[in-house]
């Protein structure tokens, strides 16, 4: 009988270990999980970031793209007046 008792205790001793062990193993994850939302935050910034350089730089292309035209339009005029002749 003396045995029962001691093996309960035993048992309690180790479920209070898993729990202490669980809530060290939770712990972690909440501080992995708070790492990994700072770094996604940062990230996102600097997404954003060069998404307003790439926008920058496309309205730049839009403008030197437009330039283009008008000089290969004034190129086509030159060989209309040349092949006229």
Do not use: C, W, Y
């Amino acid at each position: 009988m003396t045995t029962a008792p001691a093996n309960l205790e035993r048992k309690v001793r180790q479920l209070d270990n898993d729990v202490h062990s669980i809530h060290e193993i939770l712990d972690q994850l909440r501080s992995t999980q708070t790492r990994m939302a700072a770094t996604q935050a940062r990230q996102g910034n600097r997404l954003d970031e060069l998404a307003q350089h790439l926008e920058a730089h496309d309205q730049r292309f839009d403008a030197v793209d437009q330039r283009f035209d008008a000089v290969d339009s004034r190129l086509d005029d030159v060989l209309v007046l040349l092949r006229s002749r």
